[in-house]
């Protein structure tokens, strides 16, 4: 069974960081899959936040996040970080790990065909 098990929210100040783990089983090539980290507020439609692909080369990061957020993957443990530093209480919402052999970009129906249940991150004032 394919599985994205997420964890590492919780509450933390502004300007404060943390490191959300996404780990996967079940892929047969995890390596070969868009990774995609997406997050959902409260009465707001989901939306990207960082992809990468090691098999086509690509990585990049919504607007929103760019140069406070850094996605990253261990291969060897079929995980997937998103590290998120100078946070803010914008921020806030449900992250998601997200992988599809198709998965391409920050659409949350771009080709994802795998999705983890989710880990909660709130940043306070």
């Known amino acids: 069974e394919v599985q994205l098990v997420e964890s590492g929210g919780g509450l933390v100040q502004a300007g404060g960081s943390l490191r959300l783990s996404c780990v996967a089983s079940?892929?047969?090539?995890?390596?070969?899959?868009?990774i995609g980290w997406f997050r959902q507020a409260p009465g707001k439609e989901r939306e990207g936040v960082s992809f990468f692909s090691k098999a086509s080369n690509s990585i990049y990061d919504a607007n929103s996040v760019k140069g406070r957020f850094t996605a990253s993957a261990d291969y060897g443990k079929n995980t997937v970080y998103l590290q998120m530093n100078s946070l803010k209480p914008e921020d806030t919402a449900v992250y998601y790990c997200?992988?599809?052999?198709w998965g391409y970009g920050l659409d949350p129906s771009g080709g994802y065909d795998y999705w983890g249940q989710g880990t909660q991150v709130t940043v306070s004032s």
């Open positions: 997200a992988a599809g052999i």
């Open positions: 079940g892929f047969t090539t995890f390596v070969d899959y868009g």
